[in-house]
């Protein structure tokens, strides 16, 4: 069997220049990238801090939900409370903590949450 010589064999300065095409680009990418991140670095978002506290609104999405579909679940209506709280909220603490008493009012998690408010 012969071996098929139709085969063009490719020049070193095709693959030389080829190298030098495929290196140019991963220089080019690696530098956009590279000036992409120096300028977060130099303007970083601004962010506004507000008092009302991102996690504490999810958590009084979640808890409302939560004491909406389980209204005697005196733990639902202690965290609600608590969640209020943190956010500013003290009418609405104290709204939370009366459904809490309607449903155990001897309570000790109950009684020191409203020692701890009313501090």
Not at 11 to 30: G, P, R, T
Not at 52 to 57: A, E, L, M, P, R
Not at 69 to 85: N, V
Request: hydrophobic share 40%; charged share 30%.
């Amino acid at each position: 069997m012969k071996k098929d010589k139709s085969k063009r064999k490719v020049s070193f300065k095709e693959n030389k220049d080829k190298l030098f095409f495929y290196s140019a680009c991963a220089v080019i990418i690696i530098i956009a990238l590279s000036l992409f991140n120096f300028s977060l670095f130099i303007y970083p978002k601004k962010t506004v801090k507000t008092q009302d506290n991102v996690q504490s609104k999810d958590e009084i999405f979640y808890w409302e939900g939560f004491v909406r579909e389980h209204p005697s679940y005196i733990a639902g209506w202690l965290e609600l409370a608590k969640s209020y709280y943190k956010i500013g909220e003290f009418a609405l603490a104290q709204s939370a903590l009366q459904n809490a008493e309607s449903i155990d009012p001897n309570s000790e998690d109950l009684k020191s949450l409203k020692t701890k408010f009313n501090n």
